[in-house]
């Protein structure tokens, strides 16, 4: 097992579109494992493959309160979408920072397992926005993209204010 290293906005490479991976092997189970690691370390409750540099169509979910509901979507796509819901969203890659961002209040989900099996999900609430957000990651999508101009603006200057403070 491995922590893997978050990339952070503004950083090119999260917009990156991933591809399907193609055959589930023991290096995507890895590659998964530690996904669920760096997310649990964080913590956080949702990490694509692109925040870790890795530009595969896999994402690593747990909204439990106690790591208990971990979820693996490889290849993951949307068939549906209904309602709307406008939560406070954060990002691994964007830390200190949330806002408000429209999603749909109940998606349904078709993804592979890391066995390769095909399943559909339906989720509502925390976990379609979850969902929504880490999948927006896989088409180069980062949660402030949905923001105005002046607060992206903000955003990036914070970002690479705390940048330099750490660096
Ligand atoms: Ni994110």
Redesign the pocket.
């Given at each position: 097992m491995a922590l893997l290293p978050i990339l952070r906005y503004p950083d090119p490479r999260l917009k990156k579109v991933a591809a399907p991976v193609e055959r589930i092997d023991e290096s995507i189970r890895t590659l998964a494992r530690n996904m669920a690691e760096t997310m649990y370390e964080a913590p956080g409750i949702?990490l694509?493959a692109t925040?870790v540099d890795v530009h595969k169509q896999l994402v690593v979910i747990d909204v439990s309160e106690d790591k208990s509901a971990l979820l693996v979507l490889v290849n993951a796509r949307i068939l549906e979408r209904a309602g709307s819901q406008a939560g406070e969203e954060g990002?691994?890659?964007v830390p200190g920072i949330y806002d408000k961002v429209e999603r749909a209040e109940r998606v349904t989900v078709q993804y592979l397992d890391l066995d390769g099996v095909e399943r559909t999900l339906e989720a509502e609430g925390l976990l379609a926005v979850c969902i929504q957000?880490?999948l927006d990651?896989l088409t180069g999508k980062?949660?402030v993209d949905y923001l105005s101009q002046l607060k992206q603006t903000r955003i990036k200057n914070k970002l690479a204010k705390q940048a330099r403070i750490t660096a």
């Open positions: 949702g694509a925040q990002c691994l890659s957000h880490e990651h980062v949660f």
